[in-house]
């Protein structure tokens, strides 16, 4: 392996690593931010697969010398098995930026091309004469591109919930999808190769290699820049702030405990958060909430906070 090629390996990990610790720190510390994916489980989740999926590539390439013995031939196995959960992951992401509860249904689809994926590897390498490099390729390409298709259809929905309301969220979103697809393009470019029979660029590696530090750079970035905001926040004037709270809340017509739940919503509080802080049932939080969405006029406690930070900062 080329040293340069190695010190990009070791820079996207250590650079992952550093953005998961960083947002579960975050997370434990129950910090709360005006983009909600942040410290959120599915960016944790996202990271985590980003950071996975990073070292066994390394690991592979490192020790890789022709044969697959058995200790890398699983770590070949768990690399492609994290692929499909890499798609989700963003899918997942996007979601929670909507204010979307609910796993996705697409959970079903990549569980089951994990399946279809590890079948295939295991196949691969246990057939003495292996798999003809046309079909393997070939299966590679069409995961591939169907993830990224849907992906993209999953995520564009989801971005176009909250461009208006969270321009911000919306553009880092943006960015990861568009950085994951070229990405895709990359992987999609190297199977087209191996079908071909086709000298084997030697950038590409670097190329797919500097995508992933990108996004751990970029996801630093962007916990940093949301840890800032909350710290700006609490520290700007209060007095303001609550003067235009009353006056948000009044607008509405808003009762004592729906106002109660915007103060809330407003510092970027999830339900349990609420109802621990309020000594009330999840269940009778929903309701209140749902009346107020109701009265502000939008789908989602995502929507809330939008409409919320956005009418007190007129």
Known sequence: MEAYITLLYGA?????????????????KGM?????????????FFI????????????????????????????????AALWPWSYYGMIELARTAAGQQ??????????????????????????????????????NIATYALSGII???CCYKNISKIRSTN?????????YCVVFMLLTVVYIWDEILNIRMAEYPAGLDAIYIAGWLFIGIYSIIVICRGCYAEHKDKNSGETDSE????????????????????????????ITQIADELGLSENT????????????DVEDRVQAANKIREELNK
Request: proline share 2%; with cysteine; aromatic share 14%.
């Open 12 to 28: 996207a990990i250590i650079t992952g690593s550093a953005a998961l610790v960083i947002n579960l720190f975050a997370a434990k």
């Open 32 to 44: 709360q931010f005006s983009t909600e994916w942040i410290g959120s489980r599915s960016f944790t």
């Open 48 to 79: 985590a697969v980003l950071v996975m999926l990073n070292t066994t590539d390394f690991l592979i390439d490192f020790f890789f010398k022709g044969e697959l013995y058995k200790p890398l031939f699983i770590i070949w196995v768990i690399a």
């Open 102 to 139: 609910r796993r996705s249904r697409w959970i079903f689809f990549f569980i089951a091309l994990e399946a279809v994926i590890i079948v295939m590897e295991i196949t691969d390498t246990i057939k003495p004469e292996g798999m003809s490099q046309a079909v393997y390729s070939g299966v």
């Open 151 to 153: 992906t993209v259809i």
């Open 167 to 175: 321009p911000v969220s919306s553009g880092d979103l943006s960015v």
């Open 243 to 270: 003067t235009g709270m009353k006056k948000f809340c009044s607008m509405y017509g808003l009762t004592d405990r729906e106002t109660e739940i915007v103060r809330a919503i407003y510092e970027g509080k999830r």
């Open 285 to 296: 939080i929903r309701v209140h909430s749902s009346r107020l969405y109701k009265k502000l």
